[in-house]
């Protein structure tokens, strides 16, 4: 059903292109932290100009974007790169660079960049351990020997940033997860991480490899490649 749909799909798109309307729906499956500061920006952009386009999307943990560009049932995501399946051909690739986020009145809000080392024994309000970033968190504490002081943890990073926001703590993030817009209010700040420890990964735009797509969904992708990934490392 789901692949007859999809041949319906692609045959309007067809139509569409021929008399050169742009239309249909781009179906997406993306991880949260580029939603609000990249996604949904340059979504919001794409449908000024493109009236008639429509998106249907769904925020999840990595593995389920690569089960969903798997199953066919989108046309794109966007996830941390980890474990990517055979089929799953990458469309860009973004170095991913870590903050520690945490209020203006922290002890270490000052400092021009933090280490792993440097966390240890401060109170820190953390992704649980289906995100990637917790995972790589985990990782670097026994690389490092030592043990985070973890006392909050959260499964939604925009909550996560509140809770740092109303009870103090530090958390980590992908430093695409806070907007310059954030930062601008003075509310929050961002140090970069920085050391021998310090987290490496990368967060890619894919498909399902050899996915026929449609007009709107090619169109799209194309402009979302010319959008940097907002970053403040």
């Not at 103090?168 to 930062?183: D, F, K, N, R």
Request: include cysteine; proline fraction near 4%; aromatic fraction near 6%.
């Amino acid at each position: 059903m789901r692949n007859t749909l999809r041949e319906m799909d692609l045959a309007k798109s067809k139509i569409q292109e021929i008399h050169g309307l742009m239309a249909g729906t781009v179906r997406f499956a993306t991880i949260e932290g580029v939603m609000r500061t990249w996604l949904s920006p340059a979504i919001a952009r794409f449908q000024r100009q493109h009236e008639q386009v429509t998106f249907s999307g769904t925020v999840t943990g990595s593995p389920a974007v690569y089960d969903q560009l798997s199953s066919d049932a989108v046309d794109i995501g966007v996830a941390m790169e980890v474990d990517l399946p055979a089929d799953i051909e990458v469309i860009e690739r973004y170095p991913t660079h870590f903050i520690a986020v945490a209020r203006p009145d922290h002890p270490l809000a000052g400092c021009d960049s933090i280490t792993l080392e440097a966390l240890v024994g401060c109170s820190l309000a953390m992704l649980n351990g289906s995100f990637l970033t917790r995972q790589l968190v985990n990782a670097a504490s026994v690389r490092i020997g030592k043990t985070f002081r973890v006392i909050f943890e959260m499964d939604n990073i925009e909550m996560l940033k509140l809770h740092v926001l109303a009870n103090g703590g530090m958390t980590i993030l992908p430093s695409y997860a806070i907007s310059q817009v954030e930062l601008s209010r003075g509310d929050l700040v961002a140090i970069p991480m920085q050391g021998t420890a310090c987290l490496a990964c990368s967060t890619v735009l894919c498909k399902r490899r050899d996915r026929r797509m449609t007009h709107a969904a090619r169109a799209f992708v194309e402009t979302l490649c010319t959008v940097p990934m907002t970053t403040h490392p």
